[in-house]
């Protein structure tokens, strides 16, 4: 049986170990034995130069110290730097102002501040009402405002859109009782759109009519992490005897760690039952359920009495923190459309550089410094420090990803150029146009990506990014960059 590779990698391995330090051990006794010759000849010099050479051996030790750490140091996180959750509406009016002098759309951030304003102004409490389809929410506000046009339905959610419902506490407060989409039946933006409004609320109401399921308790943890004051109400009480329902009311307040109140209740709404005539005739009718939910507005109400002016700053809080979100997402879509109008600026300037090349090897030039200047200028709009080892590394990597992409380039290109008769002396200028313009046109968007997604340029990363998009789409990019590179000659002409 033959030795394995990777034993015989492990005894080449010792054995350059073992000699790396045999020279090593031959190193220091020469240099040992030359240092203190020296230090004998230098007792019998005077005694400024033994300073002198001392001084300047510590300083090229501390030199070569210096320069070891500056190559091995560990390189630190490039990240954009983002700018403080703000915490105050004077905080979030001031960074406001200063998207809007940046060209930042601002109009979504200014309409939740004067949202905000306008409920600060009713004095009102607003209440988020959230739970599956079909346990009651709807129910649930309907007795809770006294309030009769509430659609409310067996097969499936009713609630298709948030609705607000206004209630007066029997202590005087006035309450509006805002009805959510079903959780499990908001789907895409409208999942948002939920969020959003439990934000602004300043309770939370989470509906179910039993123990949790996976997905509820997650729905509820959701919630829980808004740290806003919140009611879990067990809706339909009167299908459970009370062990039973002290037992649900016990696994709910060991699961959420008791983060929340718990009220048992019965919405009460509408049931069908089949009467039975003497005649043996059956009639379906419709009739009323009472309700039950004193303890719902028990735990309301202790919530506004006891925690009114934290529960009001909270709100105000996290709808600051709402009005930073929407305006960093503003920030995010102005950044990422400046990036691509450098990009698209760039690969124009490439495009013209390829023409304009007068002699072999300028167009290399001219190619370098728009490159090294589309980096410095994306990672500008980023926030991100533009090394200059970075750029180089990165370019550099390209550059070989590029060499074994180019046959297949160039070919493309030619191809494509059959679409454009009449081009006759111009195609070989123009070939070189195109394939500027295409790596251009990778290369920032590579660039964008990286920076996007880490907050750093990473060379190996981008680079690698540029060698798996330069190949995608080629027939109908060079068709497009053909269009743009022969706009270029025509108008250089004039």
Known sequence: MSTPLYRHIKLFLGLGIFLALLVLLAAVLVASEAGLSLWQQLQDEPAWLLYSYAGGLGLFILLSIFILWQFFKPQK?????DEPTPATEEAVK?????????????????AE?????????????????????????SALIKALAGVHDIAIGVEGGTTRAIQHYSWQSSAGDKLVLTD???????????????????LRAHIV????????????????????????????????????????????????RQRIKNQ??????????????????????????????GNDIGSLRTALQHIIDD?????????????????AHKLKRSEITHRKTQAEATVKSYTRKAIVGALAAVSPGTDIIIQGYLAISMVKELCTLFGVPARKIDMERFLDLSQSHLGKTTPLLLAVIGNGLKAFPGIGTLAGGIVHAVAYGMIFETLGRSIIQTLELRGELLPEVTANSFKENLSEDLEARTQRFVGLALEAARNSKT
């Open 113 to 137: 501040l004067a949202k905000l304003s306008q409920r600060q102004a009713t004095g009102e409490v607003h209440v988020a009402v959230f739970g599956d389809i079909s346990t009651g929410k």
């Open 307 to 323: 925690d009114s002016e934290i529960m009001e700053n909270l709100r105000d809080s996290t709808v600051f923190m709402l009005v």
């Open 260 to 289: 929340a109140e718990i009220a048992i209740v019965k919405a009460g709404g509408t049931e069908e039952i089949t009467r039975v005539h003497a005649d043996g005739r059956e009639e379906t009718i419709t009739r009323e359920q």
């Open 180 to 198: 959510m989409p079903g959780l499990n039946e908001a789907a895409g933006q409208l999942n948002s759109i939920s969020q959003e409004e439990a």
């Open 94 to 110: 001031t960074r406001i102002d200063k998207a809007s002098e940046a060209g930042i759309d601002v109009e979504a951030a200014q």
């Open 205 to 252: 109401i989470y509906v179910c009519d039993g123990d949790l399921t996976a997905s509820q308790f997650v729905e509820l943890q959701a919630l829980l992490n808004l740290k806003k004051p919140l009611v879990i109400a067990v809706n339909k009480s009167d299908r459970y005897n009370t062990e039973e329902l002290q037992m649900i009311a016990d696994r709910l």
């Open 77 to 81: 996180q490039n990240k954009p730097i």
